[in-house]
């Protein structure tokens, strides 16, 4: 989706008053309502890694027990909290009125919501491998584990990046 259409979007779902702020406040109403939507979409991500985490902790456990962990099973609980943290504590898209940065506007946070709205696929194929991966521990299958466990790390990992990659959809390298 492009950022008119989310904009668009967002504008039709508004009530009068909104419509209202928007004419004297300059689209003011838009990127509060834009920001307040990309702030839920965060929050449910930010607890799909907290729910993540939790699985991963008892399937740690579980390969403890089995004598199948890895160093990827310890790394991957330290990951998940670090980019949790990130998802948690993210830009929300406000600039100071005296920034040197520059404003940022409807058009930015738009495309930063559809951007984060883009990466749930991303968090879906992680979800899915450590399914796959708790699937297997209560079965008692550990033959695939370790490449597993790695596997999930660098789905997570690619998240990550994709996630420091956020920001510059804020403020583009423009010129």
């Known amino acids: 989706m492009s950022e ?4 668009e979007k967002v504008k039709d779902k508004q009530g009068i008053l909104a419509k209202i ?8 109403a838009t990127k509060e309502d834009i920001r307040e939507l990309d702030k839920k ?3 449910l991500y930010y ?5 993540l985490r939790h699985r991963w902790e008892e399937l740690y ?23 949790a ?11 100071g009125l005296m920034d040197r940065k520059g404003h940022i506007r409807e058009t930015e946070l738009a495309r ?17 491998a450590v399914n796959e991966l708790h699937k297997d521990s209560e079965a008692e299958n550990w033959t695939e584990a370790a490449a597993k466990a790695k596997n999930i790390k660098s789905l997570i990992l ?15 390298l423009e010129v």
């Open 4 to 7: 008119k259409e989310t904009i």
């Open 21 to 28: 702020q928007n004419v004297f406040g300059l689209g003011y």
């Open 41 to 43: 979409l965060r929050d």
């Open 47 to 51: 607890s799909d890694f907290k729910t």
């Open 61 to 83: 456990l579980a390969a403890l027990n089995a004598g199948k962990a890895t160093d990827d099973f310890k790394k991957v609980i330290q990951i998940i909290d670090r980019i």
């Open 85 to 95: 943290e990130k998802v948690h504590h993210a830009d929300y898209g406000y600039a």
């Open 112 to 128: 930063v919501f559809n951007y984060d709205k883009a990466l749930s696929d991303d968090i879906e194929a992680v979800v899915n």
């Open 158 to 172: 690619t998240f990550e990046s994709k996630w420091d990659e956020r920001e510059k959809q804020f403020r583009p």
